[in-house]
């Protein structure tokens, strides 16, 4: 019998399915194959795909219903949209003077001192209203979609304190309910010490596991608990003596981990069998090991170094060589990366980590889908999932990195339908 479709794209030059025989995350060699079909096309049915492969047998497959949509792609690259898993989108506003400072070479501690840095962020915010903080947030989401993500991963941690880490994920929630992409929303109360506990961290500590998991597990405003484990914010017994509490009401652990210092944090996501942990520039070769073994995800934020700036990036060459399952996300904030753009993310990737563009895409969408819990959603254009995805003004997939700083996508459909600025 065939198929029934009211979407059909046809004329797709590439077209990126990203298909995979068995629900896991793609590893080493596999992790390049993106699945790419010549003169490809896409069937979708209710906002589900129905058949996506080559054009001759998707005709032969499917039975159009009068009054469906044809989309001709104009003989260019289709592909899943990206899955951004690690972002903290809703933020108050952007920190340009730091970036000087930074690029002029004041330390980190030095700008902190002077007012920079998360701490900025954190007063920004709790001076907001929810309601101004949604409609600049709403803003950004839509530079998000309109860049080509159609599921987003949102952290809190610019409230650090009940009232305004709840603000953060109503807004989170607010968010999802308005837009037609996926938002995913996590609690990151831990993302610092406030500095009114600066004397007292062991308090702040009480507050988070005591007091804003529960009130977040309870009243469903996150799916995941992340902390960011470091020197000088939280150490690595603080951070699994939280990470466990969350673990028990039913969330799902993730961390930031590794990043300025090798403090162990990979390590204890891996005890603890978290989702993931992001970040890793400083992450030793036997703990690369130790993940490949582990099902935790490494999540890499290329655009964290280039935005500080660094000249160092995660090992991801070595990662994917060892067996590490990795994704690629935008970490979009207003202090080490500003940018909510994944195509950059990805050129970023592949000029200073060495992935090979497809190794890229497929971590920025079919990888990053398993970190944010829809393998069976998103993350690739695979019979079932919901038809997300972009046209691009590209004829090669190579142009994605290759063209770095422009905005290679021309349409973004989100459920099957074609999105716009007012959608959002
Ligand atoms: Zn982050």
Redesign the pocket.
Known sequence: MKQEADLLVSNCRQLLTLQNPSVSTRRGRLLGDLGLVQDGMIAAYHGRIVAAGPESKVTEQISFTPGGITVDAGHSVVMPGFVDC?T?TVFANYRLDEYEWRIAGRPYAEIAKAGGGIAKSVSDVRGMSEKTLLAVSRKRLNGCISNGSTTIEIKSGYGLDLENELKQLRVIRELDRLSPVTIVPTFCGAHSVPPEYAQDREAYIDLVVNEMIPVVAKEGLAEYVDVFCETGVFTVPEAERILRAAVELGLKARL?ADELSDVGAADLAVRLTAISA?HLTKISPSTVVRLADSSVIAVLLPGTSFGLPSLQFAPAREMVNKGVAIAIAS?F?PGSSPSESMSMMIAIACSHMRLSPAEAIAAATYNAAFVVGREREVGSLEVGKRADFLILDCEDYREIPYRFGINPVRQVFVGGRLWSREDA
């Open positions: 690690h903290h930031h992001d970490d904030n």
